[in-house]
């Protein structure tokens, strides 16, 4: 069996919403991080968290990673920085945007599951790739 990790990419500032973390955000009476650990935790072994504001989300008891490399760069940055996290014995990451509370089991699981020698799986929304739930 491939070991695979899952990262929660959560991004920089949250300067578009006043500075509030996206992963702190709430849906109904829970943030959109707990949501996605009650879905990703019982899939995977190891979660890590990637963000530029590390300390936004020390509550949560997650191994945390910031970019590599210039601030700024973007989502990319983040996918970069699961990457790079990843320990010998992964050979793939499963990245969920903090900014998606709907997450669903059965999509990580193909995620997880799927071609474990392929280089990337992004799954397509209305014809675009979403690069942040690969």
Excluded: W
Excluded at 72 to 100: F, H, I, Q, S, W
């Amino acid at each position: 069996t491939v070991a695979v990790a899952a990262a929660i990419i959560a991004g920089g500032r949250g300067e578009r919403l006043g500075g509030t973390a996206k992963g702190l955000l709430r849906v109904g009476n829970r943030s959109i991080i707990e949501r996605q650990l009650d879905v990703l935790r019982p899939l995977f072994s190891r979660i890590l968290l990637v963000a530029n504001e590390l300390a936004a989300y020390e509550d949560f008891g997650l191994p945390t990673v910031g970019d590599r490399g210039t601030p700024g760069r973007g989502p990319l940055a983040g996918l970069d920085a699961a990457l790079a996290a990843l320990l010998p014995t992964e050979r793939a990451v499963v990245c969920v945007g903090a900014d998606m509370p709907f997450v669903v089991q059965p999509l990580l699981m193909a995620l997880r599951d799927r071609a474990p020698d392929a280089d990337a799986l992004v799954p397509r929304v209305a014809g675009r790739p979403e690069p942040l739930l690969a």
